[in-house]
Every structure is written in structure tokens, then in C-alpha cells.
């Protein structure tokens, strides 16, 4: 018997498009897809999902210091001119960061092999509208991981797994397979 299905495709399509498949439930909370696929989902991300409630406060708070550079009233970098060269002003700051335990780190690693990097293309108008862009600089990258211990984990602190649900919708009119909605409870 084998240990999982093999959904028509190669080794590495199968991987890929479970990877694919895996990050975007995780960031959209639901996603629509075929009841085999569905099954094989879930497997990956309740073990991702098991990972970052048992790591989500693994963690010691460390104050560093850090160089910022200096802003004028309008936002923009001050310049000085130092040997006939203009050079950016920069400021030392106490910053507190997240370390990092090991088991924490481990963790972090084991769901970046998995997860894809997201980017977020969606921003905030100042009338407080959120609209979609495609231009490059209004995309930023969405850190998944972080997002998984602070807002998904603190979720399912009391719960021993099941963080999924598999909702059937019928069969696709194409060829009959049976869609199901997967989402996280």
C-alpha cells in the first residue's frame, strides 16, 4: 500500500504543487481543490501547524543596538558632506528582537523548506481603501513563518490537531472530480 497518493505527476510536480498548494492555504485561511489533493494538504499542514503551536513561545527577548539612518521633516535621509562626498547621518537605536531558541529555529527551517516566499501585492490608500497593484515597488514580501507562530498558533493553543476542515462542493463539470473547499478551522 502506499504511503501517499501520487495525484498523475512526477515526483517533483507532486512536491511542487504540494508546497504551492500548502503555502496558499496558509495565507488565504481556504482554498478550493479536489478531494485527493485536499487529503495530501492536509497532512503537510497540520504538521506545519502541530510545529508552531508546540514552538510559539520558544523564544527570548534580546535588546540590540542598531544604526538608523536620520530623517528630515519630509521623510528623506540626511546627507553630510564628508571628504567631498556626500554619506548618509546615522543614529544609534535600542532595538528588542525575538531569538530564536533552538528547538524555535529548527522549526522555522523545517517550515521554510516547505513553505514558498509570498509577496503581498495588496496596500492601504490614505482614505483607508485597500486596492490591488502590480507595480514592483507597492509588493512586499510577507514573512509566513512569522505569521504562523504569532496569529495561527496562539489560535489553536487548545486543540490537539484537526486545524483543518475538508468542506465537499460536487463534482467539476470538466471531467467529474469531486472540488472540496479545505480551510483552517
Known amino acids: 500500500m502506499a504511503m501517499y497518493r501520487k495525484l498523475g505527476k512526477t515526483s517533483d510536480q507532486r512536491k511542487a504543487l504540494l508546497r504551492n498548494q500548502v503555502t496558499q492555504l496558509l495565507y488565504h485561511g481556504k482554498i478550493v481543490t479536489t478531494e485527493a489533493r485536499a487529503k495530501e494538504i492536509r497532512k503537510i499542514a497540520e504538521k506545519i501547524i502541530a510545529m508552531a503551536v508546540r514552538e510559539k513561545d520558544n523564544f527570548e527577548e534580546v535588546t540590540v543596538k542598531a544604526k538608523v539612518p536620520r530623517k528630515d521633516s519630509e521623510g528623506k535621509r540626511v546627507k553630510e558632506v564628508v571628504d567631498g562626498k556626500k554619506k548618509t547621518v546615522y543614529d544609534e537605536v535600542d532595538r528588542t528582537v525575538k531569538k530564536d531558541k533552538p528547538s524555535r529555529l529548527h522549526a522555522r527551517r523545517e517550515m521554510l523548506k516547505i513553505l514558498y516566499p509570498v509577496t503581498s501585492s495588496t496596500t492601504t490608500r490614505k482614505d483607508g481603501k485597500v486596492v490591488t497593484s502590480n507595480k514592483k515597488k507597492d509588493k512586499k514580501q510577507v514573512d509566513l513563518v512569522a505569521r504562523l507562530f504569532d496569529e495561527v498558533a496562539p489560535k489553536y493553543v487548545n486543540r490537539n490537531g484537526g486545524y483543518t476542515r475538508i468542506?465537499?462542493?460536487?463534482?467539476?463539470?470538466?471531467?467529474g472530480a469531486m472540488q472540496v473547499i479545505i480551510e483552517l478551522v
Open 167 to 175: 468542506v465537499k462542493l460536487g463534482e467539476r463539470r470538466g471531467d
